[in-house]
């Protein structure tokens, strides 16, 4: 395999070899979390729908409550608003984690698509039926209906856009990624990316993660791990990426005697 390059670290954890080789699942076989992934994505599971619920709990405050105060109260019904939004937008990114770690299946596209868009789902019950009745309550004028109304959708558009997965994770790209790493590595689930990098490689020497790392830290570990650091997919230069590796073709015909 091609050196890394001077100046670069490689920080990976301590068992990463070892890791690699037992990560790498047999030949066609589906991709599966592990019980400590597993165990990660339904704490930050519960905590999301801790938040969230809390978060229709603020909006039940405000709709039964504060909207029934004759005059409204406009400084507490924004700061309810704002509370809304934070404690959507929190339960959506742990949700987004827990996805990474332990992602749905295509195969049920009705479970696929309410796992990975929920945060929407739950910005909308969150937000909507509140942003009807500011606008109908008789009890506020047309200036407190337009400013807390706009705060409201703002809101909502903020906090639906951070819960909207626009490329979720599947278990089927974890396993089509994970078989494509072992196959160009010759067995080893190991990959390596950087803090700003959006994808993952095959190797430190790789030129595209050098180039990505600005902070002379190139991290490894398992393609789940990868996706679990927030990256995106598999580089789209794996051919590329194998040879600067020093790789050798998986096809390569048996020499001649």
């Not at 791990?225 to 990256?231: T, W």
Request: proline share 5%; net charge positive.
């Amino acid at each position: 395999m091609a050196d890394a390059p001077k100046k670069k670290v490689v920080r990976a954890e301590e068992t990463a070899a070892e890791k690699a080789v037992d990560a790498a699942p047999a030949s066609g076989a589906t991709w599966t979390p592990t019980p400590e992934a597993k165990k990660q994505a339904t704490t930050r599971r519960t905590i999301a729908v801790v938040l969230w619920l809390l978060a229709i709990g603020t909006e039940a405050f405000a709709i039964f409550w504060v909207l029934k105060q004759n005059p409204i109260n406009m400084v507490l019904l924004i700061i309810l608003l704002v509370a809304i939004a934070g404690l959507a937008i929190g339960g959506s990114l742990l949700w987004k984690q827990a996805n990474r770690l332990d992602p749905a299946s295509k195969s049920d596209p009705v479970r696929f698509f309410v796992q990975n868009q929920l945060g929407v789902i739950i910005s909308a019950i969150a937000f909507i039926p509140l942003i009807i009745l500011i606008f109908t309550n008789k009890n506020m004028s047309g200036q407190q209906k337009a400013i807390a109304g706009i705060i409201a959708i703002v809101l909502l558009g903020a906090s639906g856009t951070v819960g909207a997965s626009f490329n979720p994770p599947s278990t089927e790209q974890y396993t089509a990624e994970t078989q494509t790493v072992t196959d160009a590595t010759g067995g080893q689930n190991l990959v390596y990316w950087t803090k700003t990098g959006k994808v993952f490689h095959l190797c430190a020497a790789a030129s595209a993660v050098n180039l990505q790392s600005k902070d002379n830290t190139i991290y490894s570990g398992t393609v789940a791990e990868a996706h679990a650091a927030g990256k995106s997919r598999l580089t789209l230069q794996v051919e590329q990426e194998r040879k600067q590796c020093g790789f050798e073709p998986t096809d390569s015909p048996s020499p001649t005697p």
